[in-house]
């Protein structure tokens, strides 16, 4: 039932800046955290950044200082805001959601490809 798409990714140099969306519905938006994972060729996935206990944020060592998540309740969306990015963020962005109150599930849009190349 929840769905999620994610847009925003693309082409951009290194030293430039992204930002990503990801648009919910289908769901009560509070009874989720939200976040993203990404996942390069030949790569694990890697939890980028997320929501956790409501307001709480997690990043990646690898994204730390760069890249911020924020969530707007109002219009049920996350983002991730992107900045100073590096060849190796070169990957496909996944939003997911995770249902914490009542049954546990967790769903994922289709992701977004994100490239960072000169």
């Known amino acids: 039932q929840v769905q999620l798409v994610e847009s925003g990714g693309g082409l951009v140099q290194p030293g430039g800046s992204l930002r990503l969306s990801c648009a919910f519905s289908g769901g009560t938006f509070r009874f989720y955290d939200m976040g993203w994972y990404r996942q390069a060729p030949g790569n694990q996935r890697e939890l ?3 929501f ?3 307001a709480d944020t997690n990043y990646a060592d690898s994204v730390k200082g760069r890249f911020t998540i924020s969530r707007d309740n109002a219009k049920n969306t996350v983002s991730l805001q992107m900045n100073n ?6 990957a496909v962005y996944y939003c997911y959601a995770r249902r914490v109150i009542g049954f546990r599930t967790i769903d994922w849009g289709p992701g ?3 490239t960072v190349s000169s």
């Open 48 to 50: 980028a950044a997320s």
């Open 52 to 54: 956790s206990r409501g």
């Open 85 to 90: 990015l590096k060849p190796e963020d070169t």
């Open 112 to 114: 977004t490809q994100v």
